[in-house]
């Protein structure tokens, strides 16, 4: 691998929003962006402006119709009703906002580029991806378009030259990524192994599911603990991507899953999300790690934060020097009642405490089942 990591960004997301309402009115790119950087850990050297994609370019999957209609609404601000049935724009999750084709054209155009930069190895973090839910032909969960099957279909081309051909996605996102088990569902070169809150929206990604076994989806229930987390990892993940012996690895990080999020229901800290992504470090010779979910400022920023930190080998301190803090301080969470009166170790530190527990027979059992599926012995 490269011996620097790269990180893509862009100051788009810094003054873009969904509207004040939204979930993801909450700056979050930015953040991470302001924290690494007075942390010492972000370097003009590592950072990557990320490029627009272009239409054609995103037509390698969504559809040429889907592409003009989400252009023609950001110039508009408006669409018609015939297109909000088609495409879902303009809807509760996927409303018509100033930057609606811009800013996830831009995301998805650090997921394009990042393929093209691992083409030979390396690391890449790209906070700004990771919007898994997109379909085709439409809006679907807060994603307008689907920048992880972007990522990979730009991989799969750029590397073809470099003996790619076998790609590992891992989804540790509270939310099931339906858009990207669409996209190469019984592709035998794409692995994907999500694990999410069950009976979460989009409610699917069922244990059972999965064609030919290149889809593993563990649904784990509420409360799901960083023991059993690290029992996941240690018995599921890595035994599977071991197996598969995946030429590039491509993480969704979304930071959802953690107990302080308000979206989801789920126990766990940042340790969990640091410790997988540094147990895929060097378990392929290109690695790309996006963002996702997360919709509590602080605890997304924190957590995105310390995924850099691992990725370049930083220590995280046990308290963050003042340049540090002020990000933190500076963010607000209007609206909401985890706003209100924030813990002060959101402010003061990145590393949470951390939350273990019992590990239940029901994570056991289909940990098992799906190493069964696999022809993993216990």
């Known amino acids: 691998m490269k011996a620097d990591p790269q990180f893509i960004g862009h100051e788009i997301y810094r003054h873009s929003s969904y509207g004040g309402w939204h979930p993801l009115r909450v700056p979050r790119v930015s953040t991470v962006m302001d924290l690494t950087r007075a942390m010492g850990w972000l370097s003009d050297a590592s950072y990557v402006t990320s490029p627009r994609a272009r239409p054609a370019a995103l037509a390698a999957w969504h559809s040429p119709d889907y592409i003009a209609a989400l252009q023609e609404a950001e110039r508009a601000q408006e669409v018609a009703a015939h297109i909000k049935a088609r495409h879902h724009l303009g809807t509760v999750s996927n409303p018509v906002f100033p930057e609606m084709f811009r800013r996830p054209a831009t995301s998805a155009g650090g997921s394009i580029l990042a393929g093209e930069l691992l083409a030979q190895g390396g690391v890449i973090y790209h906070p700004a991806g990771g919007t898994h839910h997109g ?3 439409r809006a679907n969960g807060f994603c307008y378009l689907n920048d992880p099957v972007l990522a990979i279909l730009s991989l799969r081309h750029h590397g073809a030259a470099h003996g790619l051909r076998r790609i590992a996605y891992v989804d540790i996102d509270a939310h099931h990524p339906d858009g990207v088990e ?24 069922l244990l059972e599911e999965g064609a030919g076994g290149s889809a593993l989806n563990l649904p784990v229930p509420r409360g799901f603990n960083d023991s059993e987390m690290d029992l996941v990892r240690e018995e599921l993940i890595l035994p599977v991507l071991t197996q598969f012996k995946p030429d590039a690895i491509v993480l969704q990080c979304g930071a959802d899953a953690v107990r302080e999020d308000p979206q989801a229901h789920l126990d766990l800290t940042n340790n969990a999300h640091w410790a997988v992504v540094k147990s895929l470090m060097g378990m392929a010779p290109r690695f790309l790690v996006l963002g996702g979910g997360g919709y509590n400022p602080w605890s997304v920023g924190r957590l995105w934060s310390g995924v850099w930190a691992t990725l370049c080998g930083a220590e995280v301190p046990e308290r963050l020097p003042h340049e540090a803090q002020e990000v933190l301080h500076a963010l607000e ?14 402010f003061t530190t990145l590393r ?8 239940r027979e029901v994570i056991r059992q289909r940990v098992a089942y799906l190493r069964g599926r696999r022809g993993i012995g216990q």
């Not at 969470?333 to 959101?346: A, D, Q, T």
């Not at 949470?352 to 590990?359: K, Q, T």
Request: aromatic content about 8%.
């Open 135 to 137: 379909l085709p032909d």
């Open 352 to 359: 949470d405490a951390s939350r273990g527990g019992e590990i």
């Open 333 to 346: 969470f209007k609206g909401h009642r985890l706003g209100r009166n924030p813990p002060e170790h959101w």
């Open 182 to 205: 669409h996209g190469f569902t019984g592709d035998p070169d794409i692995l994907m192994v999500s694990v999410h809150e069950e009976n979460l929206w989009p409610k699917t990604g």
